[in-house]
């Protein structure tokens, strides 16, 4: 049985891996939630570590290292759309740059890493962009800039590795795309341009970001390696349809405000002005970049890693949503 050392292991991909494939590998997470780090030990058996990957002390490394783990999946990171640079830099360069000192001196012998599309982010409608698409001169936020680097320093690395770009994961816990949309529609309704009719999205189940993890773990493709992959649903809605879906389905109406995407980018940037100036560290209502992910279609192309890595989306956006309401409702 390989041994797998997860970093993230409290959000809602680490625990969807731990859940779906306890059975498969011996799971070392590593997380700083302890009361659900528990919960996991108790439930699927596996050995918890509560650290934090920015913080690691000498003698954390060498307990990482110890374990002696077959391959790291590097799922850890800070994703909110605001906050100070150094949030980001310590969460997703330093913690990426302490992880692969551990998989150096351990020797693994795959080093997956979970990126994020945001990256590719121009502010601009983009149809099926390929993993070779020009990344912007100016990240939008610190969250893609941080990401960014992350991968860079992957890359530059001489441990056989794999990137893995899912967009907007969603699932049973989701705290980051789900919630906050039902969040906005009951305080009043989501600001939504053409209602969200002509904003054609990708979002990915997160059953599905774990397949194409064990997928990038098992394969023996040489071609495969050294990658990136972007990793979606394989389902491009539109915004509006996948409202209307998961409202019918929690039962509740859809309250959406129709607003011109110019003057929802624009008061974007003023809330974003406000804050700075405030200096506040509180996110704002609205940013330039959710105004534009709201006002958008970007869609993402995934035949490179069913090209590559057999990659075959297990459940469907349905799926995903359902399970999302079953768990909001229990």
Do not use: C
Not at 15 to 33: P, W
């Amino acid at each position: 049985m390989k041994k797998i050392l997860l970093t993230g292991v409290t959000g809602l991909l680490g625990r969807q891996f731990v859940a779906d494939l306890a059975q498969k590998y011996e799971i070392y997470g590593i997380g700083r939630n302890q009361t659900i780090g528990q919960q996991l030990v108790e439930q699927y058996g596996i050995t918890f570590l509560p650290m934090d990957l920015a913080q690691l002390s000498s003698a954390q490394i060498q307990t990482l290292v110890d374990i002696a783990p077959d391959a790291i999946v590097h799922g850890a990171a800070r994703s909110e759309y605001w906050g100070p640079k150094e949030w980001f830099y310590e969460a997703n360069v330093v913690g990426t740059a302490n992880m692969l000192k551990v998989a150096d001196l351990a020797q693994v012998k795959r080093f997956i890493q979970i990126s994020s599309p945001s990256v590719y982010f121009h502010y601009e409608t983009a149809h099926m962009i390929t993993e070779d698409y020009p990344l912007p001169k100016k990240f939008a936020n610190y969250y893609a800039q941080t990401k960014a680097k992350a991968d860079q320093l992957v890359m530059a690395n001489p441990i056989p590795y794999i990137i893995i770009r899912p967009r907007a994961i969603f699932g049973p816990n989701d705290e980051m795309i789900l919630k906050p949309l039902l969040d906005r529609n009951a305080q009043g309704g989501i600001p939504l341009p053409n209602y969200g009719k002509s904003q054609w999205i990708d979002v990915t189940n997160v059953s599905n970001v774990v397949e194409s993890i064990r997928l990038a773990l098992e394969t023996n493709n040489p071609a495969a390696l050294n990658q990136i992959y972007n990793i979606t649903d394989g389902q491009p809605r539109n915004m509006h349809e996948i409202l209307v879906y998961l409202t019918n389905r929690l039962n509740v109406p859809l309250k959406i405000k129709p607003i011109p995407f110019g003057l929802l980018f624009t008061a974007g940037a003023l809330d974003e002005a406000i804050h700075r100036m405030i200096a506040t560290r509180k996110a704002p209502q609205i940013t330039r970049y959710v105004a534009s992910v709201l006002g958008h279609t970007q869609t993402l192309s995934i035949n490179k890693a069913q090209e590559l890595l057999n990659y075959q989306p297990i459940k469907t956006t349905n799926q995903g949503i359902q399970e999302f309401v079953d768990a909001q409702q229990n």
